[in-house]
Antibody, heavy 119, light 111 residues
Framework: QVQLVQSGAEVKEPGASVKVSCKASGYTFTDYFIHWVRQAPGQRLEWIGRITPYNGGTNYAQKFQGRVTMTRDTSISTAYMELSRLISDDTAVYYC????????????WGQGTLVTVSS | QSALTQPASVSGSPGQSITISCTGTSGDVGYYNYVSWYQQHPGKAPKLMIYDVSNRPSGVSDRFSGSKSGSTASLTISGLQAEDEADYYCTSYTSTTTYVLFGGGTKLTVL
């Protein structure tokens, strides 16, 4: 069965960077997009960007351009999302999700990674 | 447009039907058939319920259905059950560099 397992919670100081991993199993990793979505406490979901595991191509939401980098390691079926220059508003649960049935829908989700930005 | 508009809350009794609306613009919901709906229980990851306006993923109950008219998409849940109580979010692809818009979420209460 399709499964996405994310790395554990992080606490970072303002200005630092965080890198979250997402290990996929149960399907061919290079066949489907991996999207990253976040949810701040009590807030709506927010799309950050996506990576094409086959060739490493990326699309980022304009809001995160210049601060986010998405990469992947196909040898271990793992995608990464790194967010730099963190501020308190980046405190959120970060999710990875596959686009399995349609390019712009998110079929299977990781368990989420809480990133807390605090001094 | 920075987000899609959903009602903050809806409610219904077990067995009834409810509909949640999701209003966008001609640049997103009104143009693309990439509207999806997600169910989220507290502390859990979202779950895909409807994709591409009206398609149900395997394993999702046929009590859930989606539709679209103009720039407004809708999620209908028939035969409400207690387990349907959750937050529901709509999303749409958009022609802007935001790529994906989310609605603000609708809290469904089963009375």
């Amino acid at each position: 069965q399709v499964q996405l397992v994310q790395s554990g919670a992080e606490v970072k100081e303002p200005g630092a960077s965080v890198k979250v991993s997402c290990k996929a199993s149960g399907y061919t990793f290079t066949d489907y997009f991996i999207h990253w979505v976040r949810q701040a406490p009590g807030q709506r979901l927010e799309w950050i960007g996506r990576i094409t595991p086959y060739n490493g191509g990326t699309n980022y939401a304009q809001k995160f351009q210049g601060r986010v980098t998405m990469t992947r390691d196909t040898s271990i079926s793992t995608a990464y999302m790194e967010l730099s220059r963190l501020i308190s508003d980046d405190t959120a649960v970060y999710y990875c999700a596959t686009a399995y049935t349609s390019a712009w829908s998110f079929d299977f989700w990781g368990q989420g990674t809480l990133v807390t930005v605090s001094s | 447009q920075s987000a899609l508009t959903q009602p903050a809350s809806v409610s219904g009794s077990p067995g009834q039907s409810i509909t949640i609306s999701c209003t966008g613009t001609s640049g997103d919901v009104g143009y693309y058939n990439y509207v999806s709906w997600y169910q989220q229980h507290p502390g859990k990851a979202p779950k895909l319920m409807i994709y591409d306006v009206s398609n149900r993923p395997s394993g999702v109950s046929d009590r859930f259905s989606g539709s679209k008219s103009g720039s407004t998409a809708s999620l209908t849940i028939s035969g409400l059950q207690a387990e349907d109580e959750a937050d529901y979010y709509c999303t749409s692809y958009t022609s802007t560099t935001t790529y994906v818009l989310f609605g603000g979420g609708t809290k469904l209460t089963v009375l």
